[in-house]
């Protein structure tokens, strides 16, 4: 079964950010892009799917990155931006763990964070305000998350196809 979250999720194709935006709201519109194309390769798929490891010898699922993602939120926009604590929920090594038994949770992790770190960088300045937690500009912190989300997207994308067994676009 699909988790619920998914479920209640508008996974639709979105379209690609207007280019004539100004460049910080280019930078956050594609981070959003990113996100929700990130996001959409989990559709179709169980609990099960989302978690198992379907190109061996590969220890890699969509929800491994689901979980790696959850992490690269955090340590580079809501603590990297934000500061306090750092907290790395999943240790040193987030992409192999994960069951069919914890992707609710697991997702519920992914979009708190997510949504934790909308917050910080709607309360930032400007793009070059650094960040309270690793220092960096918060410009040079949007272009590493989208970069983060495009890589780990298409490597969600070919674990999907390969957890559904058939190309289902």
Do not use: C
Not at 45 to 61: D, K, M
Not at 109 to 116: I, L, N, P, S, T
């Amino acid at each position: 079964m699909i988790p619920v979250r998914l479920r209640t999720m508008d996974l639709t194709p979105a379209d690609q950010p207007d280019p004539s935006l100004e460049p910080r709201a280019l930078l956050e519109a594609w981070l959003r892009y990113q996100r929700h194309e990130f996001v959409r390769k989990m559709r179709d798929l169980t609990s099960g799917q989302l978690a198992e490891w379907s190109v061996p010898p590969l220890e890699l699922s969509v929800l491994g990155l689901v979980r790696h993602m959850t992490q690269m939120n955090h340590v580079y926009l809501s603590w990297g931006l934000g500061g306090g604590e750092q907290v790395l929920a999943y240790g040193d090594d987030d992409y192999p763990g994960g069951s069919a038994d914890t992707v609710d949770e697991d997702l519920d992790r992914y979009f708190a964070e997510v949504d934790k770190a909308q917050q910080i960088v709607g309360g930032m300045d400007s793009l070059d305000a650094p960040g309270l937690g690793h220092g960096r500009p918060l410009g040079a912190t949007l272009l590493k998350m989208i970069d983060e989300y495009a890589l780990h997207a298409g490597q969600a994308h070919m674990l999907r196809f390969a957890a559904l067994g058939e190309l289902r676009r």
